[in-house]
């Protein structure tokens, strides 16, 4: 498996219309993600990068929506993803629509997410699928200097692991669209073989309580148990 982080500059585009069918890919993310925006509930609602201020969240209910990144037409804050410039659980909900794809330290960027995020604050992140037809051009190596080729494609699975680690837990995930040239991505291929869609979603929220029980802390709770029970007895 390749490192997460590497040492060359990723060029992201600045609008969906930079990559081919980009448009195409634009519209089933916000099919896909359109019964979402209304579950997500309070103040303010933070899209990272240039493709994430591109999606349309009209539907959610969260009024304060501010586009963060470095370049873009639709930006209301220039800052680097890296360092946002948010107080630590300042921000309800976050999108990273394909912000993953196109930097070279994934998990600082998630870092940064998860600092500014509130608990059970929502993660929703867009990126594209290594297991599909856009997997198979990003093996030629005369794609490779194109887009969407040129972006960086990781498996569910991988993402999962990540998130994981910094205690989310997965409330959707879905692939969809397996022919980037086609307006609905292909519905019947759609239906029936959605791991080899070009577009991967994650929905998540942020957990305070850890998802899985530690048996070292739980071995250290019943003893503190045991110990303050025996001494009850012996005072009594």
Not at 91 to 115: G, K, M, Q
Request: proline share 7%.
């Amino acid at each position: 498996m390749k490192p997460a982080q590497i040492t060359q500059p990723i060029i992201a585009p600045t609008t969906w219309d930079d990559l081919p069918y980009g448009d195409n890919y634009r519209r089933a993310l916000d099919a896909n993600l359109l019964p979402w925006w209304p579950k997500l509930f309070g103040f303010h609602l933070l899209k990272i990068g240039a493709l994430s201020a591109d999606i349309d969240t009209s539907a959610c209910v969260i009024s304060h929506q501010v586009n963060v990144g470095i370049q873009g037409e639709k930006l209301n804050v220039i800052a680097d993803p890296f360092q946002l410039p948010f107080a630590n659980k300042s921000t309800d909900a976050c999108l990273l629509a394909h912000t993953l794809s196109y930097t070279s330290d994934p998990h600082r960027l998630l870092r940064e997410v998860d600092r500014v995020l509130i608990d059970d604050g929502w993660l929703i992140i867009t990126t594209f699928n290594p297991v599909s037809l856009l997997g198979l051009g990003k093996l030629c190596p005369i794609l490779q200097c194109r887009q969407p080729y040129r972006s960086r494609m990781y498996t569910q699975m991988r993402l999962l692991d990540w998130l994981s680690i910094l205690n989310f837990e997965v409330m959707h995930r879905a692939r969809f669209q397996v022919l980037p040239w086609r307006r609905r991505g292909g519905r019947l291929l759609n239906e029936h073989l959605p791991a080899i869609g070009c577009l991967s979603v994650i929905v998540a929220r942020k957990r305070t309580f850890p998802l899985t029980l530690n048996p070292l802390k739980s071995k250290s709770l019943k003893a503190a148990v045991r110990r303050t029970v025996g001494a009850a007895s012996r005072n009594s």
